[in-house]
């Protein structure tokens, strides 16, 4: 028996990729389930809720219920972050955006690890004294909660994850010093994904490929806090004539206007190679 989820953000429209990564999801697992993440509440809508419902229905998609969504499961993140700080593995960082890329611009000979997202945070706040942590965050500083991935590497020791079937190694410093939350929002992806996935009791992750890096870090954070490993199957992307991966703003592949436009689900499994 496996477990599988498509965890869709009600930011916008669902599109043709968004549809290959809910049929895939759900063709490779004895339990499909639905979750929505919205744990930014300043971009999610109720509107895009609603119409993602209304999309996967129509594709014939069938889920179990209820509905996870992240917005419900805050207590759960709060959790999980209090036993990564009883463990010493989060501080508070004060940076802003500007102050981190100054500071690397500033280290530009100096030897910079890249991740997948860019240049890694330098650390400036790792090594802070209690006494000052908490006086900024007393005096109602901006913060993020960061993971300190030297120490987190020394307490879970070597790691693997099973991609398609094979072991992978993994490399727990690829994100460096990871957000985990912010002093405004609950949990960071990271967090929030692999304390979801072992509530609802995932055992394949099937997601894009662009995703592949992202699982080194969650798997570094299922050890940490002893959360079952699922095993992991990154599929291609759907990408447009220019050689991109669509986007919520193309409304041209939004599976709404392609529905209008009188497409039908088996027109839509058609176009993206799987069977009718």
Request: proline letters at 7%; hydrophobic letters at 45%.
């Amino acid at each position: 028996m496996s477990v599988t989820r498509f965890a869709p953000s009600p930011t916008g429209f669902l599109h043709l990729g968004h549809a290959f990564a809910a049929l895939t999801a759900a063709a490779a697992g004895t339990h499909f389930h639905l979750r929505i993440e919205d744990l930014d509440q300043g971009r999610a809508r109720e509107a895009f809720v609603a119409a993602i419902l209304e999309d996967l229905a129509w594709l014939g998609l069938v889920w179990e219920q209820p509905v996870l969504r992240q917005s419900g499961r805050f207590g759960a993140y709060r959790d999980a972050l209090a036993a990564l700080t009883a463990e010493g593995l989060l501080y508070p960082c004060f940076c802003t955006r500007k102050e981190i890329a100054d500071e690397i611009a500033g280290a530009a000979n100096a030897p910079h690890r890249i991740g997948p997202d860019g240049p890694l945070y330098p650390g400036t706040c790792r090594h802070l004294p209690e006494q000052h942590r908490q006086a900024r965050m007393r005096e109602g500083a901006s913060y993020a909660l960061r993971l300190d991935a030297g120490k987190a590497v020394q307490k879970a020791g070597p790691l693997t994850f099973r991609e398609h079937g094979q072991a992978m190694a993994v490399d727990p410093l690829l994100f460096g010093d990871v957000v985990l939350a912010r002093k405004e929002l609950p949990a960071a992806y990271h967090l929030a994904v692999v304390v979801d996935d072992a509530f609802e009791g995932i055992t394949l992750v099937t997601r894009g490929e662009d995703l592949l890096p992202a699982t080194h870090v969650q798997r570094l954070l299922q050890a940490l806090l002893a959360l079952p490993e699922p095993s992991y199957a990154h599929h291609r992307l759907i990408l447009g004539p220019d050689g991109r991966k669509f986007s919520k703003r193309d409304d041209a592949v939004s599976l709404r206007s392609l529905r209008a436009a009188g497409e039908t689900p088996a027109e839509i499994r058609k176009r993206l190679g799987l069977p009718a």
